[in-house]
């Protein structure tokens, strides 16, 4: 049976969505750009249903938090080895620090992944010598919920609403690409097929 955009637009659904489950999978620490140029990996923590928004976590110390505040064009890089598939993606991304999101992000979050939060120091920050800047006594051990409540003031959701999505796939007949757009989080997709 043929290919159709349907198909397409369900497999990056299918594809992001089990990524944000499945730490084995190649997708789940895709490649996140800003507009500044700079690229880094983060964590893919959940990918909404029609592909509204996708969220990861972060510090709000971090110099991408500062650079996409409120609202800043962001992309997204993701491939998947064992299908050939490549998803290039592009959205607005917004920094939420305090409210629903992040209170239930941080809820979610257990102890030994809120450690990060608890660094001394921010990302970027100058250290006097190699390490982690968290606590010495919690470098080596998880901490306990009460320990980690120091950490909520550093730890905020990167929410990306994608306005684009671009997948990819290798194979030797020369591959199959599709773009699909739409103007806003809240209008359908709309599809077409390009050369790869
Ligand atoms: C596999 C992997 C997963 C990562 N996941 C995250 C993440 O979920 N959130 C995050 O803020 N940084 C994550 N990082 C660290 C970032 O790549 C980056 O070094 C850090 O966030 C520095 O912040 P900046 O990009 O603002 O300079 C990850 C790094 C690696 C190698």
Redesign the pocket.
């Known amino acids: 049976m043929d290919l159709t955009l349907d198909d397409v637009l369900d497999d990056a659904v299918q594809r992001l969505a089990k990524a944000a489950r499945n730490r084995r999978c190649a997708m789940h620490?895709p490649v996140v750009g800003t507009a500044d140029g700079?690229l880094?990996?983060?964590?893919l923590r959940e990918a909404s249903d029609d592909l509204a928004t996708l969220r990861?976590?972060?510090?709000l110390r971090?110099?991408?938090?500062a650079s996409i505040g409120d609202e800043a064009l962001v992309s997204v890089l993701a491939y998947d080895p064992e299908a050939r598939v490549q998803l290039r993606m592009r959205g607005r991304g917004r920094i939420e620090h305090s409210g629903p999101a992040a209170d239930a992000a941080w809820s979610r979050t257990s102890p030994s992944s809120r450690r990060c939060y608890l660094a001394e120091t921010g990302?970027?920050g100058a250290l006097e010598a190699a390490g982690s800047a968290i606590p010495d006594g919690l470098s080596h051990r998880s901490p306990t919920i009460a320990e980690t409540l120091p950490g909520r003031c550093n730890f905020a959701v990167l929410l990306i609403e994608l306005r684009s999505l671009d997948w990819l796939r290798l194979d030797h007949a020369g591959g199959t690409r599709a773009r699909f757009v739409r103007p806003d989080a809240g209008a359908p997709w709309q599809g077409q097929w390009i050369a790869p």
Do not use: E, I, L, Y
Request: proline share 12%; glycine share 6%.
């Open positions: 620490t700079d880094r990996m983060m964590v990861f976590h972060t510090d971090s110099p991408k938090a990302p970027g």
